[in-house]
């Protein structure tokens, strides 16, 4: 039995025409972009393979969704309080070494 178009759920969102298409392939090449930066990184070796399914997603489909944005900002920040916390760390391990102190070799 055939469907009525009134019967089919098409959503309320408009086609999208020729420049929506081309200002989101814009949108999506930058966020392709913002996660290969991140994968350059080492911070984010973490979630190397989030950030690649994500980025995989995106250039089949072609749109970024709410919930991609929202973890890539979220590795970002893990990224962001791991270099905090290691550069930290690093300035402790500094001040507590015999070099700290005065100490040198070879004296």
Do not use: K
């Not at 930066?37 to 995989?56: K, Q, W």
């Amino acid at each position: 039995m055939a469907r009525r178009l009134t019967d089919l759920n098409l959503g309320s969102e408009p086609v999208p025409t020729g420049q929506a298409m081309q200002a989101q392939g814009r949108l999506c090449e930058a966020f392709i972009a913002e996660i290969e930066e991140l994968l350059e990184d080492p911070a984010y070796s973490f979630a190397a393979v989030t950030l690649e399914g994500i980025r995989d997603t995106v250039r089949l489909r072609q749109q970024v969704s709410e919930a991609q944005r929202e973890a890539v900002q979220n590795i970002r920040a893990g990224g962001e309080h791991y270099q905090r916390h290691r550069e930290a760390n690093n300035e402790l391990r500094f001040r507590q070494s015999r070099r700290y102190e005065g100490w040198e070799p070879g004296r």
